[in-house]
């Protein structure tokens, strides 16, 4: 059995205390969410959720963010969701792109990227960004996606408007180190295994899950993949401070369910 990532996003910034702890089974957290735009006297930004990554208000989250990194845990910024980042960056990539580079570059914390295309986006141009993240950053570098689960089970294009399999059948998408698959409709071993019968390696798909599911289900679920593959890729929770059972007083508590259940 390989070592299942156990990956919570980070948006709603409640704290991080129920998982800064020795021996944490928490593998990632992705930190969300990143854009871009202009300011009113015309000048690029770029934003972690609604204000620069450097503002005073985020002091805390850096914090947090600097001593889970320090216990192990990988640290990947998420660009996208809904709004309009990937349209921005690649209406004037000149301009916002450097943005993004010197963004990961000050925080040394930073181990990879989560391209989640929920907006209309070209596939050459998502394979240029790939190119460019891979010069810049390097082959350590963790690029992630997370389409919807009917985006891997079958050939159909994603929120994106593009195919997945075009895109991991490229050499830019066999640099994708893993594919966070937001199972949130069908949380079944069955539909997980369509995503890999359909040509996804089980270590690259991350059962994905969000709050309001049948979380004794779920964990059901997560007991027979990990019983089935050997190469589990993992789980992830949407998000944080939601997961189950023990949120909000106690949102680590999921992740060390999770562990159980990969057992």
């Known amino acids: 059995?390989?070592?299942?990532?156990?990956?919570?996003?980070?948006?709603?910034?409640?704290?991080?205390?129920?998982?800064?702890?020795?021996?944490?089974?928490?593998?990632?957290?992705?930190?969300?969410?990143i854009h871009f735009g202009n300011n009113s006297d015309g000048s690029p930004y770029i934003h972690l959720n609604n204000y620069s990554p450097n503002d005073k208000r985020f002091d805390s989250?850096?914090?947090?963010?600097?001593?889970?990194?320090?216990?192990?845990?990988?640290?990947?910024?998420?660009?996208?969701?809904?709004?309009?980042?990937?349209?921005?960056?690649?209406?004037n990539f000149d301009v916002f792109y450097p943005l993004l580079v010197n963004t990961i570059k000050n925080y040394n914390v930073i181990s990879g990227i989560d391209l989640d295309v929920e907006e209309?986006?070209?596939?050459?141009?998502?394979?240029?960004?790939?190119?460019?993240?891979?010069?810049?950053?390097?082959?350590?570098?963790?690029?992630?996606?997370?389409?919807?689960?009917?985006?891997?089970?079958?050939?159909?294009?994603?929120?994106?408007?593009?195919?997945?399999?075009?895109?991991?059948?490229?050499?830019?998408?066999?640099?994708?180190?893993y594919f966070n698959g937001q199972f949130y409709s069908d949380y079944s071993a069955d539909a997980y295994s369509q995503a890999v019968s359909n040509g996804y390696p089980e270590d690259k798909v991350v059962m994905g899950m969000i709050f309001g599911q049948d979380f004794t289900k779920c964990l059901d679920t997560v007991a027979q993949l990990s019983n089935k593959y050997d190469k589990f890729g993992g789980v992830f929770m949407w998000e944080y401070f939601m997961a189950p059972p023990g949120a909000p007083a106690n949102p680590g508590l999921w992740a060390y369910k999770i562990k159980n259940a990969l057992k």
């Not at 600097?66 to 990947?76: C, D, E």
């Not at 070209?122 to 985006?151: C, E, H």
């Open 61 to 91: 989250v850096w914090n947090d963010i600097a001593k889970a990194h320090n216990l192990g845990i990988k640290i990947v910024l998420m660009m996208g969701g809904s709004g309009s980042a990937f349209t921005d960056l690649f209406d």
């Open 1 to 33: 059995m390989s070592n299942p990532r156990i990956i919570y996003y980070y948006q709603t910034f409640s704290g991080l205390s129920s998982i800064l702890k020795k021996d944490t089974p928490v593998t990632h957290i992705h930190l969300s969410a």
């Open 120 to 177: 209309p986006a070209s596939l050459d141009n998502i394979k240029m960004l790939i190119d460019r993240l891979n010069t810049d950053f390097g082959q350590d570098f963790i690029i992630s996606m997370a389409p919807v689960q009917s985006s891997l089970q079958q050939d159909y294009p994603g929120m994106g408007g593009f195919i997945y399999k075009h895109l991991y059948n490229s050499p830019q998408g066999k640099r994708i180190n």
